[in-house]
């Protein structure tokens, strides 16, 4: 289901949306031709208003920093995501909005997920040995798991599950929907408790191949969801940003320090549903995986793609053999220290791909830069802001002393 937003926003104008149905929350006490202002409902402020709206469709507080376009504004008032903010805008304007209706094959499939997650979560309860490798070697309190909904599948669980082999025995890590308000498990992740490969498998994916239920293709496809989404949602709304990790446990760890706007793309290809979904939540990520050279190459490799978004990213590159869980660990999951460390190692992407694509060409001979430039060129092509563009080219042609 596609959503025109142009054509919504256009039938919603920001100014009259607000004064029409959120004068109660944001009345306007200043109004001039280009905007209306009235006091931040965010950071209350009460000296002056600092809150603007305008005419072009956006808004943005002078004070505190927020700022969106009328479906962003309607998402924070309402706690809703995107989809259901949409309807909402819809149904006051009178402009439709077709929401796909519930599959009931769909829906049954997450029922019986969430009971193999209860189940589970039950199993946990119930293993000492689990709960260590959990709570004491990784530091997770009874909280953080509890808040994702970690689970133990069962010593036989080839006796329960006929879908999936080889998850006897391991720690799960419910996938949940996309959705903020009772979202439903739709897959999950499995780590071994002991010494084997794979250490992490994955539900398969419902595309519809043989042997698989026609009638729930397209209910759990790893590449269309975040793990953690349904918890960062609103911290991410707040923030601005949202960091971006590999593993399922990072992002338990980051939430149990505080960064609450930590998802994970379960692995290292971030495709472009999962940037979509970011997208509709802000414009800005910070993107940290394994600083090894499979996250360093993986990382090359999605930028391109993120640039053609238009978002604003920013990369953190940790010590070598550290990742985000490591770091929470090692710091008691002090949220100061842990961010302190975080930013302090975060560059600009466009830094960071000069940066790493030119270090080891800086003294050899001009056909070798040439061939650096002629690698690069086409990733900044996809830099929507042109000044930007200019910026980290005049960059890039000084690093390699050619200008």
């Known amino acids: 289901m596609d959503i025109n ?31 209306c202002k009235g006091y931040c409902i965010w950071h209350k402020d009460t000296e002056s208003p600092s809150l603007a709206f305008f005419r072009n469709g956006t808004y943005k507080c002078f004070g505190c920093g927020k700022h969106g376009d009328v479906i962003t504004l309607v998402e924070t008032i309402e706690n809703l995501q995107f989809q259901e903010a949409c309807k909402l805008i819809g149904d006051n304007v009178g402009y439709e909005v077709i929401l796909t209706p519930p599959n009931p094959y769909h829906e049954n499939y997450k029922d019986v997920m969430d009971n193999h997650s209860r189940r589970y979560w039950y199993n946990l309860q119930m293993s000492e040995f689990a709960k260590e490798y959990l709570m004491i070697t990784r530091g997770l309190t009874k909280e953080t798991l509890d808040l994702f909904r970690i689970g133990l599948t069962d010593v036989n669980e080839y006796k329960y599950r006929k879908d999936m082999g080889g998850i006897s025995y391991r720690i799960s890590f419910p996938i949940l929907e996309n959705k903020i308000h009772n979202p439903k498990c739709i897959g999950m992740g499995y780590r071994t408790l002991k010494d084997e490969k794979p250490k992490y498998i994955n539900d398969y994916n419902q595309e519809g191949k043989q042997n698989q239920d026609p009638n729930v293709a397209g209910v759990f496809i790893k590449g269309n969801v975040l793990y953690g989404y349904p918890m960062a949602y609103k911290a991410i709304k707040e923030k601005g940003y949202a960091i971006v990790t590999e593993g399922y446990i990072d992002v338990l760890s980051m939430h149990q320090a505080g960064l609450t706007n930590t998802v994970s793309i379960m692995g290292t290809s971030f495709t472009e549903n999962q940037v979509q979904l970011i997208k509709n939540m802000t414009n800005s990520i910070l993107l940290i995986l394994d600083s090894d050279n499979a996250g360093i190459n993986a990382m090359l490799k999605i930028l391109p793609m993120l640039f053609k978004y238009g978002l604003n990213v920013m990369i953190c590159t940790l010590q070598k053999g550290m990742d985000p869980a490591d770091l929470c660990l090692i710091n008691n999951f002090d949220n100061k220290i842990v961010s302190q460390i975080i930013h302090g190692n975060s560059v600009s992407a466009e830094k960071f791909l000069i940066d790493t694509s030119v270090s080891k060409y800086e003294t050899y001979v001009i056909t070798e830069r040439r061939r650096v430039i ?18 980290y080219i005049d960059m890039l042609y000084k690093r390699l002393n050619m200008k």
Request: hydrophobic share 35%.
């Open 5 to 35: 937003t142009d054509e919504l926003k256009a039938a919603a104008p920001i100014i009259d949306y607000v004064e029409k149905f959120y004068s109660d929350k944001i009345p306007f006490v200043e109004k001039s031709s280009n905007c």
């Open 374 to 391: 002629q690698n690069i060129m086409p990733i900044f092509d996809n830099i929507e802001d042109s000044r930007t563009k200019d910026i």
